[in-house]
């Protein structure tokens, strides 16, 4: 699975937000944007999907190859 980490970081980075900033536009806790930097597991997907929406970023899914 591709890690969302770095996408995330690097977004952020060419927006020039700090992770407080993104928290803020997003409507999440500076807590929650370390999670997803960090690539933590258990995310909350509704909170997720905010902080990829301010980055202009999108979550796609896939149908796993045998």
Known sequence: ?????APVRARRAALRL???ELAD???VSERFV???EADKD???LDKL?????V???ELHAELKSS
């Open 1 to 5: 699975m591709e890690k969302l980490s």
């Open 18 to 20: 700090t992770q407080r």
């Open 25 to 27: 536009l997003a409507g």
């Open 34 to 36: 370390r999670l997803v």
């Open 42 to 44: 258990s995310v909350r």
């Open 49 to 53: 999907v905010a902080v990829l929406d």
């Open 55 to 57: 980055l202009g970023l």
